[in-house]
């Protein structure tokens, strides 16, 4: 006979466990990272990998009344999931819903009782009989994010995982493959809304015919991004510089691509098992790469492709036009309206836009003058696939279409006639000045178009015609009045809803008393102390050869108004009195950094100390970043320089400057072939005559660093070292990794931190390489500079050293434009 010996120790935890299992309701009385045959997932019971890093169960997203089985990071404050099962089929009621090991598939039923998703595996997926597979099957959620379903707890045989089924994010660690048998890649598939992760219109795939490289998809059909072709040496995508930009430890990542005879695919893994990421198809189109700052509790955008918006097909979907320039980036053609308002107001635009009145086509029975006509849409980029029709005239172009009922618009230029059926896609908008704009004929029903010739409308020209004489007698009868009271005054536009203040010529000769006192003068004109009626302290700039009229002058000033930023100047107005134009700024009280930082004042006689040297390297380097990738067009300053960066009382650093050398809309590689930046921090795109980017603000930032680090001029020869500029010598000491005190500012004692010190040089000569694609974007710069990234050592720059030997070369060419073709 067997005696059972039981320890009274085990016992007793034993019927403390079962205990807590029947007193808590919340939580699931079972491994905590795994289901087993005959448990289930309901209500707000979840898994939790066993590291914590992720966890899985029901969550309704967003303000949805519907609820679905997830994944999400654990230690992220901000719910983030990283993949949905029933992405298609909700649930109401998750305490009536259960997840489950059900015939050796983990399976959802909905309150009904009904399966609405299952892993789906075969029984003959294992080993030996359904009924033992299904009693040994066990789900797993790994700290890779894999949820894997297995024969058993120990057993190495995967039956089913989620890495195989990703919905619209990639995680590290997964394969992202493409069968090479089947001509079919996994895919990314984005939300359909932020509040319905059901697949939308918006796809990452491999592209079936280069396998080396990732497509963004519109709807299945339309490539409309691409990231160019893996290459193997410099491990990154030739559209995706991002990759090799930096060195940054926290960030560094092993990213591989594997080529077999059955498939390939992709794979990468963060070398900081720690870095919390999130690489997706967000539902605006873009693939976006996101890194998550425990210490601010944000996600940062480390980069998102296509990089404009509009670079999206079909953004704004059918008859939404599309504006990189606008706040909304997507408006409804005149006679339509979103189709679901609520989308648009968070800023989901793909369902498009609707006719508020249907087309009356070839109805015989609509009576004479309504049936269908033409609203002219101008300024446009046409939509997608127009049908040719060629040899006829623009009254035979419109006439094919009014008779075409399935026609939806037409153009006729250059005698050429073009007409579209169905849907309008892909339409853009350009600004009101922009002469490539086009002009095209959208149908749309009569009642939505005025007609002059009614008899509506003819008592509205009566009602009309006796009104506004009147109207304009008390109009101008106020206006003198208000006139008269404000005559001495200067008009101060509020600013609450971001609008500027237009001040006229007169009144700012008077506040800069005739413009008697010069603060300073750059390469867009002198800018001029000023005081307004009621005490507030101005700078006035006086621009120089703008040669625009009024009204582009306007709205690129109006555009430059809506940036505000701690480290940006704020715009308070401008003046625009023929080929007078001056914009005006709040003063800034400290002046340029170049007064501080190489020969001081008389009421400063000390230099800046290191900590107040850092903290304007990294307010410029926010700054930069804030108008390069924040803005609704992203503005290149072209002229960074200590003269172009002013300081508060508080030493806070202020761009100025930004937005007159040129505003880029979504022609991101535009060549500005007008404007020259200072010699000293000119990158070498400015001489070879390339396209221009923000990467030429990124090495001037980056020759800004060296002098604040030095309180050394750049390129003067009195301030050589060892023979070279003193550039050159500061780069060669940093790729060398000597003792980068060296580089300080005398005047310092070496008083400063060496990790700071090292850090900002390093920063610096990553930013002053010779190609654009190895320097740093501003936002990783600011990463770096407060200390959540580490940089690694940097290559020399050929182009410096070329410059040293050859400089009086060099500034010949400079002085002839010998450079430029």
């Given at each position: 006979?067997?005696?059972?010996?039981?320890?009274?120790?085990?016992?007793?935890?034993?019927?403390?466990?079962?205990?807590?299992?029947?007193?808590?309701?919340?939580?699931?009385?079972?491994?905590?990272?795994?289901?087993?045959?005959?448990?289930?997932?309901?209500?707000?019971?979840?898994?939790?990998?066993?590291?914590?890093?992720?966890?899985?169960?029901?969550?309704?997203?967003?303000?949805?009344?519907?609820?679905?089985?997830?994944?999400?990071?654990?230690?992220?404050?901000?719910?983030?999931?990283?993949?949905?099962?029933?992405?298609?089929?909700?649930?109401?009621?998750?305490?009536?819903?259960?997840?489950?090991?059900?015939?050796?598939?983990?399976?959802?039923?909905?309150?009904?009782q009904v399966p609405i998703w299952s892993t789906d595996v075969s029984s003959g997926s294992?080993?030996?009989?359904?009924?033992?597979?299904?009693?040994?099957?066990?789900?797993?959620?790994?700290?890779?994010?894999?949820?894997?379903?297995?024969?058993?707890?120990?057993?190495?045989?995967?039956?089913?995982?989620?890495?195989?089924?990703?919905?619209?994010?990639?995680?590290?660690?997964?394969?992202?493959?493409?069968?090479?048998?089947?001509?079919?890649?996994?895919?990314?598939?984005?939300?359909?809304?932020?509040?319905?992760?059901?697949?939308?219109?918006?796809?990452?795939?491999?592209?079936?015919?280069?396998?080396?490289?990732?497509?963004?998809?519109?709807?299945?059909?339309?490539?409309?991004?691409?990231?160019?072709?893996?290459?193997?040496?410099?491990?990154?995508?030739?559209?995706?510089?991002?990759?090799?930009?930096?060195?940054?430890?926290?960030?560094?990542?092993?990213?591989?691509?594997?080529?077999?005879?059955?498939?390939?695919?992709?794979?990468?893994?963060?070398?900081?098992?720690?870095?919390?990421?999130?690489?997706?198809?967000?539902?605006?189109?873009?693939?976006?790469?996101?890194?998550?700052?425990?210490?601010?509790?944000?996600?940062?955008?480390?980069?998102?492709?296509?990089?404009?918006?509009?670079?999206?097909?079909?953004?704004?979907?059918?008859?939404?036009?599309?504006?990189?320039?606008?706040?909304?980036?997507?408006?409804?053609?005149?006679?339509?309206?979103?189709?679901?308002?609520?989308?648009?107001?968070?800023?989901?635009?793909?369902?498009?836009?609707?006719?508020?009145?249907?087309?009356?086509?070839?109805d015989s029975s609509v009576g004479a003058g309504r049936e269908d006509r033409f609203s002219?849409?101008?300024?446009?980029?046409?939509?997608?696939?127009?049908?040719?029709?060629?040899?006829?005239?623009?009254?035979?172009?419109?006439?094919?279409?009014?008779?075409?009922?399935?026609?939806?618009?037409?153009?006729?230029?250059?005698?050429?006639?073009?007409?579209?059926?169905?849907?309008?896609?892909?339409?853009?908008?350009?600004?009101?000045?922009?002469?490539?704009?086009?002009?095209?004929?959208?149908?749309?029903?009569?009642?939505?178009?005025?007609?002059?010739?009614?008899?509506?409308?003819?008592?509205?020209?009566?009602?009309?015609?006796?009104?506004?004489?009147?109207?304009?007698?008390?109009?101008?009868?106020?206006?003198?009045?208000?006139?008269?009271?404000?005559?001495?005054?200067?008009?101060?536009?509020?600013?609450?809803?971001?609008?500027?203040?237009?001040?006229?010529?007169?009144?700012?000769?008077?506040?800069?008393?005739?413009?008697?006192?010069?603060?300073?003068?750059?390469?867009?004109?002198?800018?001029?102390?000023?005081?307004?009626?009621?005490?507030?302290?101005?700078?006035?700039?006086?621009?120089?050869?703008?040669?625009?009229?009024?009204?582009?002058?306007?709205?690129?000033?109006?555009?430059?108004?809506?940036?505000?930023?701690?480290?940006?100047?704020?715009?308070?107005?401008?003046?625009?009195?023929?080929?007078?134009?001056?914009?005006?700024?709040?003063?800034?009280?400290?002046?340029?950094?170049?007064?501080?930082?190489?020969?001081?004042?008389?009421?400063?006689?000390?230099p800046l100390d290191w900590k107040t040297r850092y903290r304007i390297a990294l307010g410029?380097?926010?700054?930069?970043?804030?108008?390069?990738?924040?803005?609704?067009?992203?503005?290149?300053?072209?002229?960074?320089?200590?003269?172009?960066?002013?300081?508060?009382?508080?030493?806070?650093?202020?761009?100025?400057?930004?937005?007159?050398?040129?505003?880029?809309?979504?022609?991101?590689?535009?060549?500005?072939?007008?404007?020259?930046?200072?010699?000293?921090?000119?990158?070498?795109?400015?001489?070879?005559?390339?396209?221009?980017?923000?990467?030429?603000?990124?090495?001037?930032?980056?020759?800004?660093?060296?002098?604040?680090?030095?309180?050394?001029?750049?390129?003067?020869?009195?301030?050589?070292?060892?023979?070279?500029?003193?550039?050159?010598?500061?780069?060669?000491?940093?790729?060398?990794?000597?003792?980068?005190?060296?580089?300080?500012?005398?005047?310092?004692?070496?008083?400063?931190?060496?990790?700071?010190?090292?850090?900002?040089?390093?920063?610096?000569?990553?930013?002053?390489?010779?190609?654009?694609?190895?320097?740093?974007?501003?936002?990783?710069?600011?990463?770096?500079?407060?200390?959540?990234?580490?940089?690694?050592?940097?290559?020399?720059?050929?182009?410096?050293?070329?410059?040293?030997?050859?400089?009086?070369?060099?500034?010949?060419?400079?002085?002839?434009?010998?450079?430029?073709?």
């Amino acid at each position: 006979m067997m005696t059972n010996n039981i320890n009274p120790c085990c016992f007793l935890l034993s019927v403390l466990f079962l205990f807590m299992c029947l007193s808590l309701e919340s939580h699931v009385c079972f491994a905590v990272d795994t289901i087993s045959f005959n448990q289930s997932l309901s209500g707000n019971q979840t898994i939790v990998s066993s590291d914590g890093v992720f966890e899985l169960g029901f969550f309704s997203p967003g303000n949805s009344s519907n609820y679905y089985i997830g994944m999400w990071f654990k230690q992220v404050s901000q719910l983030t999931t990283v993949w949905v099962a029933n992405r298609e089929e909700p649930v109401r009621d998750v305490y009536s819903s259960v997840l489950k090991i059900f015939d050796g598939n983990l399976v959802l039923f909905n309150e009904s009782q009904v399966p609405i998703w299952s892993t789906d595996v075969s029984s003959g997926s294992g080993s030996g009989s359904g009924s033992a597979i299904s009693s040994s099957v066990v789900a797993v959620l790994l700290d890779n994010g894999n949820l894997v379903l297995q024969d058993g707890l120990d057993s190495s045989t995967i039956l089913w995982q989620s890495f195989d089924h990703p919905t619209d994010t990639w995680l590290p660690g997964s394969k992202f493959r493409f069968n090479k048998r089947t001509n079919q890649s996994q895919l990314l598939t984005s939300w359909k809304s932020y509040d319905d992760p059901a697949p939308g219109l918006f796809s990452l795939e491999i592209d079936p015919v280069e396998n080396n490289q990732f497509v963004s998809v519109w709807n299945r059909s339309q490539p409309y991004w691409t990231t160019g072709t893996w290459d193997q040496q410099t491990m990154s995508f030739s559209f995706v510089p991002e990759m090799r930009m930096v060195t940054v430890s926290s960030l560094a990542y092993n990213f591989s691509y594997v080529s077999e005879e059955n498939e390939s695919y992709f794979i990468y893994y963060y070398h900081n098992s720690s870095t919390i990421t999130k690489f997706s198809m967000d539902v605006s189109g873009q693939i976006k790469d996101m890194l998550w700052l425990e210490g601010i509790e944000q996600w940062i955008l480390f980069f998102s492709k296509p990089r404009q918006q509009c670079g999206v097909y079909a953004f704004c979907g059918a008859f939404g036009s599309c504006n990189d320039t606008s706040l909304s980036s997507c408006t409804c053609l005149s006679g339509f309206q979103p189709t679901s308002r609520r989308n648009w107001d968070q800023q989901v635009y793909s369902g498009g836009c609707v006719r508020k009145a249907e087309l009356q086509c070839s109805d015989s029975s609509v009576g004479a003058g309504r049936e269908d006509r033409f609203s002219e849409s101008r300024f446009t980029i046409f939509p997608t696939n127009p049908q040719d029709t060629m040899d006829v005239s623009s009254v035979e172009c419109k006439s094919t279409c009014l008779k075409n009922c399935s026609c939806t618009a037409y153009s006729f230029e250059n005698n050429r006639c073009l007409i579209w059926i169905g849907d309008l896609l892909n339409l853009q908008h350009l600004g009101e000045d922009d002469t490539a704009g086009k002009v095209l004929y959208v149908k749309l029903a009569a009642s939505e178009i005025d007609s002059e010739s009614s008899p509506t409308n003819k008592k509205r020209v009566i009602v009309v015609a006796i009104a506004v004489p009147i109207g304009l007698l008390l109009l101008g009868l106020m206006i003198f009045i208000i006139m008269k009271c404000r005559r001495r005054t200067i008009v101060d536009t509020e600013r609450d809803n971001g609008s500027l203040a237009a001040f006229e010529y007169r009144d700012l000769e008077k506040a800069t008393k005739n413009f008697s006192e010069k603060l300073g003068e750059g390469g867009f004109g002198s800018v001029f102390k000023g005081t307004l009626p009621h005490g507030s302290i101005i700078a006035v700039k006086k621009l120089d050869s703008i040669n625009q009229g009024e009204k582009q002058f306007r709205s690129e000033v109006s555009t430059i108004g809506k940036i505000n930023h701690l480290n940006l100047v704020r715009l308070q107005g401008f003046c625009a009195k023929g080929s007078r134009k001056l914009l005006v700024y709040d003063f800034v009280s400290k002046g340029s950094l170049d007064r501080h930082l190489f020969h001081g004042t008389d009421s400063e006689p000390q230099p800046l100390d290191w900590k107040t040297r850092y903290r304007i390297a990294l307010g410029v380097a926010r700054g930069l970043a804030y108008l390069h990738e924040n803005c609704v067009d992203s503005i290149i300053h072209c002229d960074i320089k200590p003269e172009n960066i002013l300081l508060d009382v508080e030493n806070c650093p202020k761009l100025s400057d930004f937005g007159l050398a040129k505003l880029l809309g979504r022609e991101f590689s535009r060549v500005l072939t007008t404007m020259r930046g200072t010699v000293g921090y000119l990158a070498p795109e400015w001489i070879s005559g390339v396209a221009i980017t923000t990467k030429v603000d990124v090495y001037s930032f980056g020759m800004m660093l060296l002098e604040l680090v030095s309180g050394t001029r750049n390129f003067e020869p009195s301030n050589d070292k060892e023979g070279t500029f003193f550039p050159v010598w500061a780069a060669r000491q940093v790729s060398e990794g000597v003792n980068v005190l060296k580089l300080l500012d005398s005047r310092l004692n070496g008083n400063a931190n060496l990790e700071e010190v090292s850090r900002i040089c390093k920063v610096a000569c990553w930013c002053i390489q010779d190609t654009e694609i190895h320097r740093p974007s501003m936002s990783q710069v600011v990463q770096i500079l407060e200390g959540f990234s580490d940089v690694g050592l940097p290559p020399m720059p050929r182009f410096l050293q070329d410059i040293s030997d050859h400089r009086s070369t060099y500034f010949s060419c400079l002085s002839s434009n010998c450079y430029s073709n």
